[in-house]
């Protein structure tokens, strides 16, 4: 994410290592939530600069893998089931097509 806020210019970017779906913690998991929501408010109130970024330490408590595969759907949603073969296409051409 910080990569990201670097590129395109975020003025201010706090910087957490969750799982995509839970940027804020697991579901109910108030104190996680709360703590990561407080060093947000504080970068905002002391953030010194213009793309200012922040890192939360707090390490992911369970398997990384197991909370993707958790989060994700067992079966494809219709626009990703529509684009899938399109995409295999393409990064199977990888580097043929001309942009």
Request: aromatic letters at 8%; charged letters at 25%.
């Given at each position: 994410?910080?990569?990201?806020?670097e590129?395109?210019?975020?003025?201010?970017?706090?910087?957490?290592?969750?799982?995509?779906?839970?940027?804020?913690?697991?579901?109910?998991?108030?104190?996680?939530?709360?703590?990561?929501?407080?060093?947000?408010?504080?970068?905002?109130?002391?953030?010194?600069?213009?793309?200012?970024?922040?890192?939360?330490?707090?390490?992911?408590?369970?398997?990384?893998?197991?909370?993707?595969?958790?989060?994700?759907?067992?079966?494809?949603?219709?626009?990703i089931?529509?684009?899938?073969?399109?995409?295999?296409?393409?990064?199977?051409?990888?580097?043929?097509?001309?942009?």
């Amino acid at each position: 994410m910080p990569y990201w806020a670097e590129k395109i210019g975020v003025p201010r970017t706090l910087a957490v290592e969750h799982p995509y779906g839970q940027p804020l913690g697991k579901a109910g998991d108030r104190k996680r939530q709360r703590q990561v929501l407080l060093q947000a408010l504080t970068l905002l109130e002391q953030a010194q600069q213009p793309g200012q970024i922040w890192h939360d330490d707090t390490p992911w408590e369970d398997d990384v893998e197991q909370a993707v595969r958790g989060w994700q759907p067992l079966q494809p949603s219709p626009i990703i089931r529509y684009l899938q073969p399109r995409i295999r296409d393409l990064i199977r051409h990888k580097g043929q097509f001309k942009v």
